[in-house]
């Protein structure tokens, strides 16, 4: 399976994604954002960080960068797209996903292990994950999911909310939510579930060693599931 | 161009004698350029002029050294070509006139100080000390100070391992803020600051220079006043997206064989830079002020000379190569100018719109800079306190250990940590809120642990002492994570130099530091002194932050704090002798004051250690915590909290009661655990070496007790420890 990493000026964890696509058996490629191309892919990944120093707003300069043409015309053909953190900011500038990422409720950059529960399996991203709760890791100072009534109810009948905010147990209640999101969302999909925009980073969950392990799964199913 | 006098001179920061000496040595009067030039050079933070001498006297040296003081950072081997560049910085002064831009510009400094070596940064620690909790600045200055940390090293990418936060009323009128970078090099591809060569093109790249920072280093060289406020413009703004991009900019034109020399602009700007290349180099240099890319319009040479503008470095190049870097640097987005070449006239000489605007024989700025022998007077050791049974007759053990465990000082640190990002990178393997942090060495089986320590309570009671356990304690942190300790960093926070009281601190607390890493074998491989640490007369603690690193051979070997299973003993190596003097316990309990600090026997301290480190190659040791401040039962708590486990404690032996033995700071100890079956085994180990050892006790359950003595949950403890800090940010 061939994927590609975007490398915007600023990306901080082009290399973290890298290594973890690759440990899971993707032939991966790091593509420059000023590049006109992409190379032949089955995903294409947002990586997390600081594009373009999150000046004006997270996301907001990326979304207008030469690349991201070829990266909605390959989401709009229904090619798998998975943006991370800063990579999630940059889908919703880009308007493939609904909704923004505002400031942490409580102002503060926020680093810690959280859990997530996944809300519909029925996609390439979780199919065959077994697990109905994730530990994952975040990091990031707008991670605040937001988005009008209108777009929330479409987008919960649409069954495109991916991951919410939770404890051990799957409880996506209010004292689970971590930085203000609306309904605990950590991650959405698009209608037709081919792209993903998620806070949390499953790459920095890869090792025993690390934070913890369940990023493994997320990339054995994303991998089998290709 | 104003008329320079004695007047202009001294508004410079600069003294009479030094004025006239710089009249002396040019033979003329210096103009305005020059004497900025001259001002910026000669002041301390520059210039070392009153720590020079001492600092000679620092343990540099070692197998392991690759490069030891005088770089932009020490270099040090950690095996198979893999070499680890690493240094400490203060902002203090910055940091208390503006947090964030403070700290953030303290970290961005430090970062470019490794990577101009050729490293790529792989983790950041801070030293970070405040006033009282209850004085008026102390919540803002905290806030800002990390939200000023994270805000620059979370946007470069480059994780937050370790730290170290303290509060003492000493620090209410200056802030500390110490920041350290360790990054990651091939040994055969580390680059140094010498030039060399004449007629090579010298390279401006990075941000463009503004106004910003102008007499940032002499701020910084300064004791502070009513008027503080009035310097805030002296307080550089830093831009970490960048950074980030002078970062990936400079390792892809080191990947190729185009440079001499670079440096980074940091204290004193193209000043310092420009000319400590052509010092290092034996040479001249020219530079043409015309061609700098400036951010603001009519800027003079002075101000161009001066500005603490962030994120620019200074190349020199192999001649020809500019057309190769300059493509690197316009992928990257970044201003990129020749402005000037090396020359073998010795001298700096400045241009500005196709005139002369200065010039300096470049041995009167670095060589020929003041260097004194201030006074210093010996500090005594201060008389031991007597205490009687009635000091400890009504107290209760579960009282003093939570009252202990909620103490600033002491108090869970997570409301900091949990806003850096401390995983980015993927090699975080042990986090903050341990003994060090530990990152894994990408793509080998090595890791390298770090952290940040200081004891200004100690230094203040009796300099030399406290200078050696500071070292002493660095070791004990990468002992206890199981990484054998490998050098050092120090910066050296004191107060006014030109008071003798203060200077003979930093002279002792510099001899304890010299006697402790040349005993361990952990020399001193970088570091920088700040002084002037006083506002309205009134000094901060010597508070010398030791930096320290060590390597892990294997990360799989690892060891962590939290207690691991029931049934497992626990062990306190090291002798217990119940030293309650300058103890938080001392302190906070007993509400006495002063006392000698607890005496460091090396000898002790090294067998200690390096035991540790042998029962651990045998992987017969599941926790290791070195005991430092609140004693053995703090300690205890500790891992009891992180472990979610608790601990049933033996009844102690020998003459000590039990407050000392539990509060007491005797130095040189570890808490270690041991499954039962390994337990003999350890102990007939122990013996052969001759380390004293205690039976402290069993893992059990999910509370703490001694016999009829103490019974508290974890649970219960574990509110107050962790909870601390966060209500006291919130309310």
């Known amino acids: 399976m061939k994927s590609s990493v975007i490398i915007f000026p600023g990306s901080n964890c082009d290399r973290d994604m890298d290594v973890a696509l690759k440990k899971f058996g993707f032939e991966n490629k790091m593509v420059w954002h000023n590049d006109a191309e992409i190379p032949k892919s089955d995903l294409i990944v947002l990586p997390g960080g600081f594009s373009y120093g999150d000046y004006l707003r997270c996301g907001s300069i990326a979304g207008k960068s030469r690349i991201i043409n070829s990266v909605v015309n390959f989401a709009n053909s229904g090619g798998l797209v998975l943006g991370i953190c800063n990579g999630f900011q940059i889908l919703t500038e ?75 147990k799957g409880n996506d209640d209010e004292p689970n939510n971590p930085n203000g999101a609306i309904k605990n969302i950590a991650g959405i999909f698009n209608k037709d579930k081919n792209i993903l925009g998620m806070m949390p980073h499953p790459e920095r969950m890869i090792d025993p060693f690390l934070s913890g392990e369940d990023g493994s799964l997320f990339f054995e199913n994303l991998i089998g599931s290709l | 161009m104003s008329e320079v006098n004695e007047q202009i001179a001294i508004d410079h920061g600069l003294k009479k004698d030094e004025y006239k000496k710089i009249c002396d040595l040019l033979k003329r009067t210096p103009n305005i ?43 040090v081997d950690i095996e198979d070509d893999d070499a680890i560049v690493f240094k400490i910085e203060s902002h203090n002064h910055p940091s208390f006139i503006e947090p964030y831009q403070g700290a953030a510009t303290g970290v961005g400094g430090i970062m470019r100080d490794v990577f101009t070596m050729g490293a790529r940064p792989i983790a950041n620690l801070n030293s970070i000390h405040f006033g009282s909790i209850d004085h008026e600045k102390t919540k803002n200055l905290l806030r800002g ?220 700025l670095a060589e020929n800079a003041p260097m004194y022998d201030r006074k210093w007077t010996k500090a005594k050791l201060p008389k031991e306190n007597k205490f009687s049974k009635n000091n400890f007759k009504s107290l209760k053990l579960s009282e003093c250990i939570n009252k202990i465990l909620t103490d ?41 642990a770090a952290a940040v320590d200081s004891s200004a309570t100690y230094c203040h009671a009796h300099p030399l002492t406290g200078g050696k356990q500071v070292v002493c304690e660095s070791w004990r942190n990468m002992i206890s994570v199981g990484a054998k300790p490998i050098a050092i960093t120090n910066c050296l926070n004191f107060g006014n130099p030109e008071k003798e009281k203060n200077m003979g601190e930093f002279v002792e607390c510099v001899e304890g530091i010299t006697e402790a890493s040349k005993y361990l074998n952990y020399p001193v491989v970088s570091g920088n002194v700040s002084f002037y640490n006083e506002t309205k007369d009134k000094g901060i603690k010597p508070t010398p932050s030791i930096g320290g690193i060590g390597l892990l051979s294997d990360y799989k070997k690892m060891v962590t704090m939290e207690l691991k299973n029931d049934g497992n003993y626990l062990l306190v190596i090291g002798k217990t002798e119940g030293h309650l003097d300058q103890s938080i316990f001392a302190k906070n309990i007993l509400s006495t004051h002063g006392g000698p600090p607890p005496e460091i026997n090396l000898f002790n301290e090294k067998q200690n250690g390096l035991s540790i480190l042998n029962l651990k190659n045998k992987n017969l040791i599941e926790t290791c915590h070195d005991v430092s401040l ?38 040189g100890r570890y808490i270690i655990e041991i499954k039962p ?21 069993i893992v059990e359950s999910n509370q703490i007790t001694y016999g009829s003595d103490l019974k508290i949950s974890i649970n219960d403890i574990k509110e107050g420890y962790k909870n601390w800090l966060k209500e006291y940010m919130v309310n």
């Open chain 2, 145 to 364: 100070v990390v939200k000023g940390i994270g805000g620059y090293g979370n946007c470069i990418g480059v994780p937050t391992i370790a730290g170290q936060t303290c509060f003492d009323e000493s620090y209410n009128g200056n802030i500390l803020v110490n920041a350290m970078t360790l990054g990651l090099v091939n040994k055969n591809k580390i680059f140094y600051s010498k030039a060399a060569g004449v007629d090579k093109p010298v390279i401006y790249v990075g941000s463009k220079t503004g106004r910003d920072g102008i007499h940032g280093a002499s701020m910084a060289s300064a004791i502070f006043d009513d008027k503080i406020e009035e310097k805030k413009p002296t307080v550089q703004v830093g831009d970490p997206f960048t950074e980030k991009l002078l970062l990936e900019a400079c390792l892809e034109l080191m990947a190729g064989k185009s440079i001499i020399s670079i440096q980074d602009m940091g204290a004193a700007g193209l000043t310092s830079s420009s000319i400590e290349m052509a010092s290092k180099g034996d040479l001249g240099i020219e530079i043409d002020l015309t061609k700098v890319p400036c951010r603001e319009e009519n800027m003079t040479p002075y101000e161009i000379m001066l500005s603490e503008s962030q994120e620019r470095m200074l190349i020199v190049l192999e001649a020809g190569k500019e057309n190769e870097a300059k493509k690197i640097f316009d992928k990257w987005n970044l201003d990129f100018a020749v402005i000037g070449k090396t020359t073998n006239s010795k001298n700096i000489e400045l241009f500005f719109e196709n005139k002369k605007v200065a010039e300096i024989p470049i041995d009167f």
């Open chain 2, 408 to 448: 600033p000082n002491i108090a869970d640190k997570e409301w900091i940590w949990n806003q850096y990002d401390h995983t980015v990178m993927g090699d975080t393997i042990q986090k903050p809120g341990g003994n060090a942090g530990v990152v894994r060495v990408h793509g080998t089986n090595k890791a390298v």
């Open chain 2, 630 to 667: 609140g004693g053995i039962l703090t300690a205890v708590s500790k891992m009891s909290i992180k472990g979610n486990k608790g601990v049933k404690l033996f009844p102690i032996e020998g003459l000590v009661n039990k407050f000392e033995y539990f509060f007491g700071e005797d130095q």
């Open chain 2, 677 to 697: 079956e390994n337990l003999e085994n350890v102990e007939k180990m122990l013996k052969k070496d001759s380390i004293h050892f205690d039976k402290l006790g």
């Open chain 2, 33 to 75: 350029t020059e004497l900025g030039v001259f001002s910026a050079m000669w002041n301390e933070h520059c210039s070392y002029k009153s720590s020079r001498r001492h600092l000679k006297k620092l343990h540099t040296k070692g197998d392991q050294v690759i490069q030891g003081p005088g770089e932009n950072a020490g270099v």
């Open chain 1, 94 to 168: 880009t308007g493939l996903l609904p909704g923004i990422l505002q400031q942490n409720k409580y102002l503060n950059f926020i680093c810690k292990n959280v859990f997530v529960k996944i809300k519909n399996k029925e996609n390439k991203y979780f199919k065959n994950i077994k697990k109905e709760v994730l530990e994952l890791h975040i990091a990031h100072n707008e991670g605040n999911y937001f988005c009008s009534n209108d777009e929330l109810k479409s987008i919960e009948d649409n069954g495109q909310i991916a991951v919410t905010y939770c404890d051990d």
